[in-house]
């Protein structure tokens, strides 16, 4: 702002020069300090003093691989090169440096509403479209790709449908985001995004939903980010191991970005040890990952509640959108656990809809709909075959049975005040129902988890 507002300043020079050392600075990679490719006038290699980022092009903040900060990282250059464009002045170079690179990843992650899957959870709000859209209208713009332009028509109509639902315009239920709305974000990105299209009207063409599906389908393994990516036509699902308190599975129906939640302990699950309230983190002890063409197979063995539990599972994604694991809990030491859950999915709401519907094998059916000041509510399934919301069907066969817990308050996220989050469901296997104590050796449970995206 300062280099474009005052050109004239005798410390011009100086601020651009700033400027253009934070941009090389915010992408960056270890390959970046041999490279000698010429950047606004020096090789990378003297431009470069940090590593921000994997060699894979993944990104890690808050101790996870997290697409949020892949988009504030990409914003940020993307506002900075715009301050440029708005004063009719070329960008630095710098600013497009490994910008292609991360975008590339973002678009493999992007589920059915113009957002990354948070493969790794999300201790932010969900639904951030509001702030998103900017990174999509510069990929758009000023650089011609018609990915992004399909993927920024995509986040519009979401963001009109979020707003239709209040009357005053806001995006977001109050009882679940309070005062901390974020719509101010309304009028700083969505006016970026306005100028870039007034002032360059690039006319890119949008790709079409089924071409840009058909290009990101597939398998992806992520080594240094440290996860597996699965997309079919009707599914994404992945496998992370990034940190060994955010190990976990996500398995997501078309369009169902907003009933299939992030949750951090997706199908591995919780275990409480009797006197603890957190689970501490896993312990990897073996890891093996193959890959084929249209599926991938996760096999792990960990150590849980500090290595007196041992959790060995294997976690499939296969043609056709459907997931299997298989698992076994055994106690390696003497433990007393007052909760042993895995499998676990977490569970929204549609964008239109405020209930949803869990419907047994045996014809039984409930109806759970948005949060109530209360106490959380859990729903058994003894049949152990469910069908949630006529998207997916969730069947368990093993020790233990199915159950749904509905809770009446947000999911607390990340420096939001007074509590306040996103609505969030759990659909787990419960293995207990009353704390038990195992003796070394004994098996705590085992069984096979059989989730079908295409009902």
């Known amino acids: 702002v300062a280099c474009v507002m005052r050109p004239s300043h005798p410390r011009s020079e100086h601020w651009l020069e700033s400027c253009r050392r934070y941009m090389m600075n915010t992408l960056s990679v ?3 300090k041999r490279d000698d490719a010429i950047v606004d006038g020096r090789p990378v290699r003297e431009w470069i003093t940090t590593e921000n980022v994997h060699p894979d ?3 890690e903040n808050h101790g996870i691989v997290y697409p949020v900060y892949m988009w504030a990282s990409m914003v940020n250059l993307a506002q900075s090169a715009g301050y440029f464009i708005q004063a009719g002045a070329e960008p630095p170079r710098a600013a497009f440096h490994h910008v292609r690179d991360v975008y590339e990843v ?13 493969i790794n959870g999300s201790d932010k709000f969900l639904h951030l479209q509001v702030v998103d859209i900017l990174v999509h209208s510069f990929f758009a713009q000023v650089l011609g790709d018609a990915e992004a332009a399909h993927l920024e028509e995509v986040e519009l ?43 360059l009207q690039n006319p890119v063409q949008p790709v079409s939903r089924d071409v840009f599906e058909a290009r990101i389908r597939g398998v992806r393994v992520y080594p240094d980010g440290k996860f597996v990516l699965h997309r079919t036509p009707d599914s994404l699902v992945s496998f992370a191991w990034s940190k ?10 078309r369009e169902g970005n907003w009933l299939v939640t992030p949750n951090p302990r997706g199908f591995v699950g919780t275990l409480l040890e009797e006197g603890s309230k957190d689970e501490g983190p896993m312990r990897i002890n073996s890891l093996d990952v193959q890959t084929g ?7 792990m063995v960990v150590e849980r509640c500090a290595g007196k539990v041992e959790h060995a599972w294997m976690f499939a994604s296969r043609p056709g959108g459907v997931v299997i694991m298989s698992e076994t809990l055994t106690a390696k030491l003497p433990v007393t656990l007052t909760q042993a859950d895995t499998g676990t999915m977490g569970i929204g709401r549609e964008l239109d809809r405020e209930t949803i519907t869990l419907l047994a094998a045996r014809s039984r059916s409930e109806t759970v709909g948005p949060m ?21 069907i969730y069947a368990w066969k093993g020790t233990g049975s199915v159950a749904y817990l509905k809770h009446n308050r947000p999911t607390r996220v990340s420096g939001a005040p007074g509590g306040y989050g996103h ?33």
Do not use: C
């Open 30 to 32: 270890a390959a970046d």
């Open 106 to 118: 973002y678009k493999q992650l992007q589920g059915w509403e113009g957002l990354p899957a948070y």
């Open 157 to 199: 109509d979401i963001l009109e449908r979020m707003q239709a639902r209040f009357a005053d315009g806001r995006l977001y239920p109050e009882q679940e985001v309070g005062p901390w709305s974020r719509v101010n974000n309304l009028s700083i990105v969505l006016g970026n995004s306005y100028l870039l299209h007034y002032l």
């Open 372 to 392: 109530i000041d209360g106490d959380d509510v859990l729903l058994p399934f003894p049949e152990n075959h469910l069908l949630v919301d006529k998207r997916f």
């Open 293 to 299: 063409t249209d599926e991938f197979t996760v096999k």
């Open 423 to 455: 609505l969030e469901d759990l659909l787990f296997v419960r293995h207990l129902a009353k704390p038990t104590r195992f003796a070394g050796g004994e098996i705590i449970a085992s069984g096979r988890l059989e989730v079908d995206l295409t009902p």
């Open 57 to 59: 092009f993944t990104l």
């Open 244 to 253: 060994p308190h955010r190990i976990m599975g996500l398995a997501v129906p």
